[in-house]
Every structure is written in C-alpha cells, then in structure tokens.
C-alpha cells in the first residue's frame, strides 16, 4: 500500500478554508433572517440603539434580536459600541443589505442557502437514482420585492417565475 505524504501547511490552509466556508453558510442564514424579520430595514431608519431598542422598535423578541446582532457584529455587517451597548448598520452596508437596495439586497438573495437545504435530501436523491425535484416540492415562495431581471434567465436553475412581489424558484436535477 502506497502512502502520500501531507503538506501539513496545505491541509491547515484547506481545512481554514472549509471553516471559512463553514461560517459563511451560517452567515448567509442570519443574513436571510436580517431580511424576512426586516431588522436590516428597522436598523437603518435609527441611530445607533440597543438590542432592547431595535427590538421594540421592529416588534420583535429582543433576546433573538440580541443573538441575531451579536451574529452580526461578529461577521463585521453590524457596529457594536462596547460603551453605550449599541449597534450600528452602517449606511454603507444598508445599500446592499435592505429592501432600499432594490436588486443589490444581498439579504433577500441569502434566502436560496435555506431553500437549497430545504430540497437537499430531493436532490441528493436525483444524484442517486436520476429524475427530477417534483413540482410541489420546487415551488417556494421567495420575498424578493425586486429580483433583477439577470436573475431570472435560465441557469443553474430552471428558471424563475415573477409573482408579483415575490418570486417562486422551479429547480430540476
């Protein structure tokens, strides 16, 4: 039996990597969050504020709200001032993260992580045994109040069909 030899710098540098990945993918979650709770919206239209502030102010449960902000700060999308206790979303991170940007908010895009896994389990199945994700199970609502015309060609997904102010993802294997 053959045996290879690991580049201990390359495998530490991969395995960095794939925690990057990792933490990117919880982030993409929390961002999906920060859109469909309109907490990216509530926090640009106040100043700086506590959790207990931006929670009342967007009628939601503050202890989430807390946890939801210190995801944030952690990933750098929000402020946090250690002195006062409040947070920040800086007006240059609201013009790609609330409905505001239009077909630049990131978070309403952060949706697909979510429905990618809500399908997983369908699609690992298409790789096993071929076919296809059966249409009740593809349509999913999406709230996307504007999703860029580029965004609904043909690609990797089958297509997009506009709804109003949403939009339902048809995927296939």
């Given amino acids: 039996m053959s045996t290879t030899a690991v580049d201990q710098v390359e495998a530490e540098a991969f395995a960095g990597r794939m925690l990057g990945v990792l933490n990117s993918g919880m982030l993409c979650l929390m961002l999906s969050v920060g859109h469909r709770t309109g907490l990216f919206d509530t ?3 106040m100043p700086a504020a506590t959790s207990e502030a931006i929670a009342r102010q967007g009628q939601l449960d503050e202890r989430y709200v807390r946890e939801w902000l ?5 990933a750098r999308v929000v402020d946090y001032d250690a002195t006062t206790g409040s947070y920040r979303l800086p007006p240059e991170h609201a013009a790609f993260l609330t409905r505001a940007a239009g077909p630049n908010n990131f978070s309403s895009m952060a949706q697909f992580e979510s ?5 997983e389990d369908d699609i690992v199945n298409c790789f096993r045994k071929g076919g296809g994700v059966p ?4 349509q999913i609502s999406l709230s996307v109040p504007q999703m860029p015309t580029s965004s609904r ?5 089958s297509g997009w069909v506009s709804r109003g102010t949403s939009c339902s993802m048809i995927l296939t294997c």
């Fill in 43 to 45: 926090m640009a239209a």
């Fill in 70 to 74: 210190n995801a944030m700060t952690v």
């Fill in 115 to 119: 429905l990618m896994g809500g399908v």
């Fill in 135 to 138: 249409y009740s199970k593809e």
């Fill in 153 to 157: 060609r043909n690609a990797t997904w």
